[in-house]
């Protein structure tokens, strides 16, 4: 990459919605880090020059991080597992995954980059779990100011679900010019609708499949709004939007469902044009039983979303591929942050650096 690029290193990456709204937000992405081979399974796919290290981040040093990359490191990010915060699960204080969060941090004090962003659920932040939050972020509080918790909701940066989030930045006064909550929340703009999201995608056009995927052509419309032709790919091709046929009994039941309100069944929210889609939420891994989430409903067709659907609801470009299969797809999207809120709150941080001296060769 060449030299003048301001470089991140993306912990707990995942599927990378948030080193792709830093690549967006016109930073370099020189190392991304995760245990999960299916989580990251698209990642060559999707960044063919980027540099995926699978392994436990529990191990990962700042010495390691700066050799997979070959220079300084200007930032670290990263959302560390929320499971063990989450205020919808059991948000267990035994849960071994809660420790990782000291690991993030541990490997900031060791990198030492010039400033972090954190992602969390907004459970991490409440009475039980603000505790564990302030011990581990005092590896960092002689090297950074610290900024946050900030509580984001993604519809109030552009997108078009409401998922509720909380940001905690860090930045070396060194290399950063004074930086607070108000410049990140000056972002905020109108929310995107599920209309604006998706609602080109009934003209979408099946074609042959590849590897696995099916592949579908979305031709020009003049329906397509402002924040869907953002994500459309150049090709305008895209994948993973195959229907669910349920069965005849639930396919009724599910079309009884008012826009706006719930399936009293299943637990399925029926989206609504004109709003936001709720927090589509990730299910579980095998070694969590394999449990898929329950997807929100099409606000006419009786039927849950589709993988393209949920992407573009939660800002992801139709170029980006996920995984072949439904449920990892759900994964992928579901434990991801916003591109569109990422590149927004990175744009944010882009302006307050310190270009000179961020630019310089480190240490």
């Known amino acids: 990459m060449p030299s003048n690029d301001i470089i991140l290193a993306d912990l707990f990456c995942g599927c990378s919605g948030l080193g792709l709204g830093a690549r967006q937000a016109g930073f370099a992405v020189g ?61 267990n204080p035994d849960d071994p995954r809660r420790l990782l969060l000291y690991h993030f941090f541990r490997v900031v004090a060791e990198a030492r980059p010039r400033f972090f962003l954190m ?58 010019d004074n930086f607070n909550e108000t410049d990140l929340l000056a972002e905020r703009c109108l929310p995107a609708t599920v209309a604006d999201a998706i609602g080109d995608l009934h003209h ?22 402002a924040y869907a032709r953002a994500l459309a790919s150049n090709d305008g091709k895209t ?4 229907r669910t046929i349920h069965r005849v009994e639930i396919a009724e039941r599910f079309a009884s469902v008012l826009q706006g309100e719930m399936d009293e ?40 979303i589709t993988v393209r659907e949920a992407a573009r609801l939660q800002g992801f470009p139709d170029w980006f591929k996920f995984h072949p299969t439904v449920w990892h797809s759900f994964r992928m999207i579901g434990n991801s942050v916003s591109p569109i809120v990422a590149q927004r709150l ?15 060769a480190a240490e």
Request: include cysteine; proline fraction near 7%; aromatic fraction near 6%.
């Open 31 to 91: 190392a991304s880090v995760d245990t999960d081979p299916i989580l990251t399974s698209s990642h060559a796919t999707n960044f063919p020059n980027g540099k995926l290290r699978l392994g436990d981040i529990a191990d990962l040093t700042g010495n390691d991080l700066k050799s997979m990359i070959g220079k300084s490191i200007d930032g670290i990010v990263g959302g560390p597992p929320c499971q063990g915060f989450s205020e919808i699960g059991r948000s």
């Open 119 to 176: 992602e969390n659920v907004r459970g991490l932040a409440n009475r039980k779990n603000r505790p564990f939050l302030e011990s581990a972020l005092q590896q960092v509080a002689d090297q950074y100011e610290i900024v946050g918790p900030i509580m984001v909701d993604g519809s109030e940066f552009g997108a078009a679900t409401r998922r509720p989030r909380i940001f905690v930045v860090g930045y070396d006064k060194r290399y950063v």
């Open 204 to 225: 979408a056009i099946a074609i042959s499949g590849a590897d696995g995927f099916d592949v579908w052509e979305l031709p020009e419309t003049t329906d397509r709004s």
């Open 239 to 242: 994948t993973g939007h195959r």
């Open 265 to 304: 069944i299943g637990r399925h929210p029926r989206l609504a044009w004109g709003g936001q889609c709720p927090t589509i939420r990730a299910g579980t891994g095998p070694d969590k039983g394999s449990r898929q989430a329950v997807r929100p409903l099409h606000p006419d067709e009786p039927r849950v």
């Open 346 to 360: 990175f744009s944010a941080v882009r302006k307050k650096l310190s270009v000179g001296a961020s630019l310089q």
